[in-house]
């Protein structure tokens, strides 16, 4: 079993950690403080190719694989969350179901763009009564001849305002439950589609995150993601890919904080000697270290998996779920290894602390992802 990384892997790896260091990095402190969407990073990624990894060339893509997209998003993570889950939602949830279920002049007309970095996507499927529980959706899609009719609300779109192509997850009947969902494109500045209240976040405060309200919002047939009922299906397909991007996201944060407490832990004395040198302190370095490196592998299987095509349900909601509070962890150890300084602004590790608990929320709370992990434990017992 071979766990290194191929010349083409590591070539793009080193061009996302260059960029990384370079250009998203310095950007990092002031997007969070002042709660800007990272724009100029997107542009940035775009440019170099960092936003159609996974795709195929004929859409405008780099034809590479789902391992060196994740290898990417990691590094683009570890200098800046919100820009890595901007990039996330971009590949993971707007892309790639574009790439997976639209037809080929869905695919020409919005997929293409996507993966140039010429427009933004976004993926909607939660609602205020309905996050968990996707199938309880009330967002009503009514056909009207060839159109169909959106009539609800979104909640807690990522890329929210400044996205120009969303997947909305409608229901066409709710006594139908997940049968009955159906999933739609639909482009900014559609009548009858407009934007509700901007979430102040604790953390990733950098990403756009917006309710989207629609109110007889009218959407032809041929913007149809799928058959009708189709849309269950394709949320959770989604999302599968979706979760090994969060779990990429986490890892890449948990390094940041790892990086920050070697440092600190190195040039910080007390007693006459450095931090690091406490033999307390180094066994917590290398619990951190370990982890991370344990949610890294679980990350790159379950991608492995998805790339060769095979079940990586459940190795996506084990990578989440061990990333994700794996980050959470390192975070909150990296915050008390530095310590009062760690409870300030001055120092980026409360900033990572914020951003880590969201990985356990999104795309599948960590609950969620037990269910899912034992769900089919208990499915395909030996």
Not at 17 to 23: E, G, H, P, S, W
Not at 100 to 106: A, D, H, I, R, S
Not at 193 to 203: A, I, N, R, S
Not at 352 to 372: C, H, L, N, P
Request: net charge negative; aromatic share 8%; glycine share 10%.
């Amino acid at each position: 079993m071979d766990f290194k990384l191929s010349d083409d892997q590591l070539m793009i790896q080193e061009m996302a950690r260059d960029l990384a260091n370079k250009v998203i990095m310095p950007r990092a402190d002031h997007l969070d403080k002042t709660g800007t969407f990272p724009m100029e990073n997107v542009k940035v990624l775009a440019e170099n190719g960092l936003l159609g990894i996974p795709f195929p060339e004929a859409y405008n893509g780099a034809g590479a694989d789902y391992v060196t997209y994740v290898v990417a998003l990691e590094e683009i993570s570890r200098a800046c969350a919100s820009t890595g889950v901007t990039m996330s939602v971009q590949t993971s949830l707007a892309s790639a179901p574009l790439n997976m279920f639209g037809t080929e002049e869905q695919k020409r007309k919005y997929l293409a763009p996507l993966l140039e970095g010429k427009t933004i996507g976004a993926y909607s499927l939660s609602e205020a009564g309905a996050g968990t529980d996707a199938a309880s959706l009330k967002c009503r899609a009514v056909k009207d001849g060839d159109d169909y009719v959106l009539t609800g609300t979104k909640m807690w779109v990522s890329n929210g305002f400044y996205a120009d192509t969303y997947l909305v997850y409608t229901t066409l009947d709710p006594e139908l439950g997940h049968k009955g969902i159906t999933a739609f494109i639909v482009e900014k500045g559609t009548p009858g589609f407009t934007f509700g209240k901007k979430e102040e976040k604790l953390g990733i405060r950098g990403s756009s995150t917006y309710e989207l309200i629609f109110d007889g919002c009218r959407i032809p047939k041929s913007n149809r993601l799928g058959y009708e009922g189709q849309g269950f299906k394709i949320a959770m397909w989604t999302l599968d890919g979706g979760r090994i991007g969060i779990a990429a996201q986490a890892i890449g944060i948990a390094q940041a904080a790892l990086d920050a407490s070697v440092s600190y832990t190195q040039e910080r004395k007390q007693f006459g000697k450095p931090l690091a040198a406490n033999q307390a302190i180094a066994f917590t370095l290398a619990e951190m270290a370990t982890d991370i490196e344990a949610a890294r592998l679980l990350m790159y299987r379950a991608a492995s998996l998805k790339d060769q095509g095979q079940n990586h349900t459940q190795a996506a909601a084990m990578a989440k779920l061990f990333a994700s509070e794996t980050a959470m962890w390192v975070s909150t150890k990296a915050v008390q290894l530095h310590g009062g300084y760690g409870y300030t602004t001055d120092y980026p590790v409360e900033r990572f602390m914020r951003d880590a608990k969201i990985t356990e929320i999104y795309e599948g709370t960590s609950e969620v992802q037990r269910i899912v992990i034992s769900r089919q434990e208990l499915t395909e017992a030996r």
